[in-house]
């Protein structure tokens, strides 16, 4: 019988590949794809460019383009500076970040080889894009350390200030409330108010679904930070102070670490069982970089 099945179709709409996608699922095969057969034969591709599925192949849509006026405005050159640059969601982010040339990329995380593996890949980047004139900064500091915090801002004076540094295993900030409380909504508390006391102009929260009547204690700590921001909100527009708050509420962002995805896949290569929450949940997805732009 077939075992493996090669999706030779770079130009096919996604919703094309998951119609046939979906017409094959029942036969429990393995699906790759192949960028392009007429490459391979010329020699210009070699049969290791055969892949597994991408992780945007189970969107079940197309992505959606971002408009790039609006991210003009908040970056191009600009002092941009993005907490938690390390993890998925805040690597991503400054990504694309430095692909709409801001004039220096502040990047702040507390976990030292995430930082580090983040500089190294934006510095390559920089290089790949031409941007000689960037200034990529790494920091190592907790956002919970208010003294260094209002120290680093007063320094570098960031304009937009993207806040992604957060505990968002939701398993995990289950059994340490406590952490995860003090690094969400404490962290959250304190950096926003360094950016407000040193006149930061954009402040954006990274934020989740799973603040939504919250079931768990991340959900709840999200909620919390929210609240945060929407009191400083308030308070920031009757005294006329400088700094726009705002907030983004991410879905199931594919990919991204923790992501249910890579579980799922693993837990398939391993023989099963897969581990579901609950049987009629539903999961809204998106991509990383639809996420971050």
Known sequence: GVHNVLLALPSASRQRRNEILEHIRKARVNVRTL????????????????????????????????RQELLDKAMRNKVVMVTGA??????????????????SLILLD????????????LRKLAELYRHENLQIVPILCSVRDQDRMEHIMQSWRPQTLYHAAAYKHVPLVEHNAVEGI??????????????????????VLISTDKAVRPTNVMGASKRLAEMVL??????????????????????NVLGSSGSVVPLFRQQIKDGGPVTLTHPDITRYFMTISEASQ
């Open 35 to 66: 960028p392009d057969l007429t490459a391979l034969a010329q020699g210009r591709l070699a049969v290791s460019d055969i892949r597994e599925l991408e992780i945007e192949d189970l969107l079940g849509r197309e992505a959606v383009a971002p």
């Open 86 to 103: 390390g993890g998925s969601i805040g690597g991503e982010l400054c990504r694309q970040i430095l692909r709409n040339e801001p004039s």
């Open 110 to 121: 507390q976990n030292e080889f995430a930082l580090y593996n983040i500089d190294a890949e």
């Open 182 to 203: 003090k690094n969400n909504v404490m962290g959250t508390l304190v950096t926003a108010r360094a950016a407000s006391k040193c006149g930061v102009s954009n402040f």
């Open 230 to 251: 929407q009191a400083l909100a308030a308070e920031s527009a009757s005294d006329r102070m400088r700094t726009n708050f705002s907030m983004v509420r991410f879905g």
